[in-house]
């Protein structure tokens, strides 16, 4: 994904932290894992754990010890223990009719990777993805945290439509707004020149039942809902009065945030993006 060991460092650790956030807890203690060749210079393991120790701290907790493994790649992250309110414990699941749906920060960090991969990725855009993917959670999770929250996830692997089907469970379905979505500008582009990757057509695959695009949505915008995320944002499920609130208080921190659609009663289609 980077090449720059303490950025994967920092990157590898605010995904950890990411779960504990969006369950609406705060963490405490975290344990390094790594897997390291023994015959790879040990100052790159320095810097990767480094970076992770510094994005512990920012968050807050404590990095207290971990383990470690030969192994013939270079793999790293941490377990996260937190605290939380157990009356105020997010769900993956549970969104209501009457909510808006507010995502905090920009999705296409998969489709700028992969483009990066093959030499096609701007500086900027990989600059404004190594942002994003470093940024904590824990930011947009204090001020989610002052509101009713009916769901909450962060966007991760399954991808933006991947993670809402999830929330929306069988009980609402949701319309979403194309033209609010937060992303960043260059992954359409590079979506368009076909830039995507094997993970994002394993989500397409399997949401089709559950998703329709209307015409009008530009073919960048369809990659950019199905582009895995790597420390991706929160999604966040509320009702629709504390949601103006919400985002006025979100971009206010400089997270370039938006309401991205609403929940609706069950309809023949879960999601439909407009």
Do not use: W
């Amino acid at each position: 994904m980077v090449d720059d060991p303490y950025i994967f460092g920092q990157i590898a650790a605010a995904n950890a932290l990411s779960d504990v956030y969006a369950m609406g807890a705060v963490p405490k203690t975290a344990l390094n894992i790594v897997c390291f060749p023994e015959k790879m210079d040990i100052d790159i393991l320095n810097q990767v754990l480094q970076g992770g120790s510094e994005k512990v701290v920012e968050a807050g907790a404590v990095l207290a010890g971990g383990h470690s493994i030969d192994d013939v790649d270079v793999k790293y992250g941490l377990s996260v223990t937190g605290i939380i309110d157990p009356k105020k414990i997010y769900t993956n699941v549970g969104c209501r009719p009457g909510d808006v749906l507010i995502l905090t920060k920009p999705l296409g960090v998969g489709i700028v990777c992969s483009a990066n991969r093959v030499g096609e990725a701007s500086a900027s855009a990989m600059e404004a993805a190594i942002r994003s993917m470093t940024t904590l959670n824990k930011y947009a999770a204090q001020v989610v945290r002052s509101f009713p929250v009916n769901s909450c996830t962060d966007v991760t692997g399954f991808g933006f439509l991947g993670h809402l089907h999830e929330m929306l469970g069988d009980s609402a379905s949701a319309v979403i707004y194309s033209d609010q979505i937060p992303h960043i500008p260059e992954a359409l582009h590079y979506a368009e020149e076909f830039l995507i990757t094997g993970a994002a057509q394993r989500n397409r695959n399997f949401l089709e039942h559950y998703v329709q695009i209307e015409p009008q949505v530009p073919f960048g915008i369809e990659e950019v809902l199905f582009d895995p995320q790597t420390s991706g944002g929160l999604l966040v499920s509320l009702p629709g009065e504390a949601g103006r609130e919400v985002l006025t208080e979100l971009e206010k921190l400089g997270l370039p945030c938006g309401i991205v659609g609403e929940v609706v009663a069950r309809s023949e289609k879960e999601i439909v993006v407009r």
